[in-house]
């Protein structure tokens, strides 16, 4: 089984038990677990890692303004889970985990990828042109509409976050 595999039955368990949280602090643990699991799968089947870097940033950045409009909307719960879901969520993790460890080439694969990272590397670094093509004249127009964008819907977000509007509590 090769570790992509195994982070895909991982994703997929993790998915599993998410619909069955209720509690905010869980589901939030959750998605940054799945985050996690999905940049790590991302970085691993593309030649670069800036996209899963890009993804995982993106997603932290949500995960904390999803935070702090949770814990200011829901009440102090205690964070508990039942029995149940604990012994589910044990059993996939060990699953999981020894489905890794008993696999022969899961080893070899690694040490086979880290090898083509370095390969790769030496490859762009020849070609500087194909890391510079999101900075150049034809794609020039998407680059500042994407900051103008950016900027735009940080002043929104200021304004709809000030302390006179907005949803959030000011004690």
Not at 15 to 43: D, K, N, R, V
């Amino acid at each position: 089984m090769s570790l992509l595999l195994s982070i895909s039955i991982i994703l997929t368990s993790i998915s599993i038990l998410f619909t069955q949280m209720s509690h905010p602090l869980a589901m939030g643990i959750t998605l940054l677990i799945q985050t996690i699991l999905i940049a790590g799968a991302a970085g691993l089947s593309m030649k670069t890692t800036w996209f899963s870097y890009i993804l995982f940033l993106i997603f932290l950045g949500a995960m904390l303004v999803l935070f702090i409009y949770v814990t200011s909307l829901s009440p102090n719960e205690p964070l508990s889970l039942s029995p149940p879901m604990t012994l589910i969520l044990i059993l996939g993790l060990a699953t999981s985990v020894l489905a890794s460890l008993m696999d022969p080439m899961a080893s070899s694969t690694i040490h086979t990828m880290d090898k083509s990272k370095f390969v790769l590397m030496e490859s762009l670094a020849a070609y500087p042109s194909l890391l510079n093509n999101i900075y150049n004249t034809t794609c020039m127009k998407m680059t500042v509409f994407l900051i103008l964008y950016l900027l735009l819907t940080l002043v929104v977000v200021v304004k709809i976050t000030s302390t006179h509007f907005g949803a959030l509590r000011t004690n």
